[in-house]
């Protein structure tokens, strides 16, 4: 795999910017299309925004490590944490059908993540979540 970042953020939300910036850079760096630099963002702010508001049953510092990096046409992320263990490939789809002040809230970050990567996968390795995406280029 070429190289990419690898960023430890701490469970703030204004870690994203810091993230944001990161995949930009990386994106112009390896000229990826700006609509595919938008897709990554997205997918990554959506992840982590979750991460941060659900993932913890206290207020303490965690640290969240995202590592990017492109093999060949493929662009795969690794995303670890140590919030509680959530398999999100285990949530239902989410309803898109019903009005939507009739849907239940929630789902549809999930949903984003699942039409948007191409591979998604998850473990839980020595009390942490992670989760791997991968999203082809070619």
Do not use: C, W
Request: charged share 30%.
């Amino acid at each position: 795999m070429e190289p990419g970042f690898s960023l430890r953020l701490d469970n703030r939300l204004l870690e994203l910017d810091r993230l944001a910036d990161a995949v930009e850079a990386f994106g112009e760096a390896h000229g990826l299309p700006a609509k595919l630099r938008f897709q990554v963002r997205l997918v990554l702010d959506e992840l982590i925004t979750n991460i941060i508001n659900y993932g913890y049953g206290d207020d303490g510092d965690h640290v969240i490590s995202v590592a990017m990096g492109q093999e060949g046409g493929r662009l795969r992320f690794v995303i670890e944490d140590d919030a509680r263990a959530f398999d999100p490939l285990t949530a239902g789809a989410p309803d898109l059908v019903s009005e939507p002040e009739q849907r239940q809230v929630g789902g549809l970050g999930i949903h984003l993540v699942r039409t948007i990567m191409d591979r998604v996968a998850y473990e839980r390795v020595n009390g942490a979540n992670r989760l791997i995406l991968e999203k082809d280029i070619d």
